[in-house]
């Protein structure tokens, strides 16, 4: 038997066989019209990703990676930046406290200094001990001020809460009220922390 291709009317191919005895036999080969599983066409297989592909997927998964790094790297540069932000603050108010505890004992040094060089300059006869009582008041004070400790201002200043304290109070000429009239005490500071307030008279207005 003799097989021909033949287009038919829609413009398919199909085989024609030709019978010696029988003449010619068409024979349809579209496969969606044949009920026959065994003559549809194997689906065809999805494209495999190239070499070239491959390799441009692992160089992103690398950047990918190499920016995630990046970001744990500067993440945690920032977080030793704050931490030894903090630790240094720690530092510098736990010496604070600890200059304090040292400082505090020796102004009551400095008080009973000054009220005795004040006692000894009522009396006649006793200079050399003022002048040497008075040496060792400064010495003392210039070594307090070294290590940042310095008294509280009170001449012709306005009465100030934060860093003085009212022991007693006097009338004042007008305007001259809340204005620190006598420093009875004196107080210090280690540079902007208050050791101990200065103990002030304080004007007030006349009674009426």
């Known amino acids: 038997m ?4 033949w287009p038919n009317r829609e413009g398919n191919i199909v085989a024609q066989e ?9 024979r349809d080969k579209r496969f969606w019209l044949n009920d026959n599983d065994d003559d549809v066409p194997a689906e065809v297989p999805r494209n495999v990703p190239t070499y070239v592909e491959q390799l441009e997927e692992r160089l992103r998964e690398k950047e990918k990676q190499l920016a995630e790094y990046i970001s744990a790297h500067k993440s945690s540069v920032s ?7 903090r630790l240094e603050r ?16 020796l102004l009551d040094t400095v008080e009973n200094l000054a009220r005795l060089l004040d006692a ?3 009396e006649t006869g006793i200079e050399v001990v003022a002048e040497g009582i008075a040496a060792v008041l400064n ?3 210039l070594n307090l001020r070294k290590v940042g400790v ?17 022991l007693a109070t006097s009338e004042a000429a007008p305007g001259q009220e809340d204005m620190v009239i006598e420093e009875l005490r004196p107080g210090f500071l280690f540079k902007d922390t208050l050791i101990r307030p200065a103990g002030v008279r304080v004007g007030v207005a006349p009674r009426d």
Do not use: H
């Open 79 to 85: 977080d030793m930046g704050e931490v030894r932000t």
């Open 120 to 122: 000894c300059s009522q």
């Open 18 to 26: 030709k019978d010696d005895n029988k003449g010619f036999v068409v």
């Open 90 to 105: 720690d530092l510098e108010r736990q010496v604070r406290i600890e200059v304090v505890r040292i400082v505090e004992p």
């Open 2 to 5: 003799l097989r021909l291709p």
């Open 150 to 166: 310095v008294p509280v201002p009170t001449e012709g200043v306005r009465f100030d809460p934060k860093t003085m304290e009212a």
């Open 139 to 141: 010495q003392l004070l």
